[in-house]
């Protein structure tokens, strides 16, 4: 697509519940990003794919978050047992090159309440 | 210490004069480095990339990096109102892909 496209743009859930942010790379990037973004602060990396597999997942907070890109394009975040302080708003990037600057999409926000 | 860091602000101006964003980072192998813009509610968009040591000028933009220091600025001249957002300066601080974000200066440019 045109630009990097995260689904859906907001979702409210009740503490505990599982839910999956969903993001949808810019076509031909190969390189898929996701941070989150509490109010007042800069994005917080959470886990970079190259291709199908994770490089690099070390931002993770814990192993309630998971996220998987099957086919080397959408990936899909999972949070289980959401906890308030999951509340914040997820970004997806994507790049075409390394160490290039990414484009974001419009985040999801996550309330948990 | 964090690994990028900006002052908060916020930083004030008025319309027409030059603002002034800076930018420290603690990795010394740093590589890229990166200014984005976000406007309140709304997603990072990338304004500037610099890679060299020197100034790099894109309109009224300029975005200067020091490696020595490990200092990197953004300066916006002729101010306008629409330049009011928070600017985050990110770098890519180690050999693989990730960015790491400061927390963000935010511009008010009074009109």
């Known amino acids: 697509g045109a630009g990097v496209s995260q689904t859906p743009s907001n979702k409210v859930t009740e503490k505990g519940k599982y839910v999956e942010l969903r993001c949808d790379p810019i076509s031909g990037h190969t390189a898929l990003y996701w941070y989150r973004q509490s109010l007042g602060q800069g994005p917080e990396f959470l886990i970079y794919?190259?291709?199908?597999?994770?490089?690099?997942d070390s931002g993770l907070p814990n192993d309630r978050f998971f996220a998987v890109r099957p086919e080397g394009s959408v990936s899909t975040l999972k949070i289980q047992r959401t906890e308030r302080g999951d509340s914040a708003v997820y970004l997806c990037?994507?790049?075409?090159?390394?160490?290039?600057?990414?484009?974001f999409g419009s985040g999801t926000r996550l309330t948990v309440v | 210490q964090k690994e990028v860091e900006q002052n908060s602000g916020p930083l004030s101006v008025p319309e027409g004069a030059i603002a002034s964003l800076n930018c420290t980072y603690s990795?010394?192998?740093?590589?890229?480095f990166f200014w984005y813009r976000q406007y309140s509610g709304k997603s990072p968009e990338l304004i500037m990339s610099?890679?060299?040591?020197g100034d790099k000028e894109d309109g009224r933009f300029t975005a200067q990096l020091n490696k020595a220091s490990q200092y990197v600025s953004l300066l916006i001249r002729d101010s306008q109102p629409s330049d009011s957002a928070t600017y985050l300066c990110?770098?890519?601080?180690?050999?693989?892909?990730?960015?790491?974000f400061g927390g963000g200066t935010r511009l008010m440019v009074k009109p």
């Open positions: 990037a994507s790049s075409a090159d390394r160490g290039g600057g990414y484009t």
């Open positions: 794919f190259q291709g199908t597999g994770a490089a690099d």
């Open positions: 990795d010394r192998v740093s590589q890229s």
């Open positions: 610099i890679y060299s040591n």
């Open positions: 990110a770098v890519n601080t180690n050999a693989g892909n990730m960015l790491t």
